[in-house]
């Protein structure tokens, strides 16, 4: 499980490999990028509604590219966490 600050220089620099890979944001809790092993890069939320006795559920932003930068993309994933908090 890597950790680093997600912007276009570290999304794109992200290896493939012989399977999914993660990072995670260390700005956002639960906002990563995940590169599938044919190379696909989507932004993903990861987050718990319940505590922690709760399932981990993964939603998917969008893949990389436009209209999804790792700028909008944080926006928007600091907008489902605000939902998920308020319970929607």
Not at 4 to 27: A, C, F, H, M, Q
Not at 29 to 43: C, D, L, M, Q
Request: aromatic share 8%; with cysteine.
């Amino acid at each position: 499980m890597a950790t680093g600050k997600i912007s276009k220089r570290t999304v794109d620099s992200l290896p493939v490999g012989p399977k999914e890979n993660y990072l995670w944001d260390t700005d956002l809790k639960g906002f990563g990028v995940k590169i599938t092993a044919a190379g696909s890069i989507s932004y993903i939320i990861q987050f718990r509604m319940g505590g922690r006795e709760a399932k981990t559920r993964r939603f998917t932003i969008g893949s990389h590219g436009s209209p999804w930068t790792p700028t909008t993309a944080r926006l928007e994933a600091g907008a489902i966490v605000g939902d998920c908090c308020a319970g929607h």
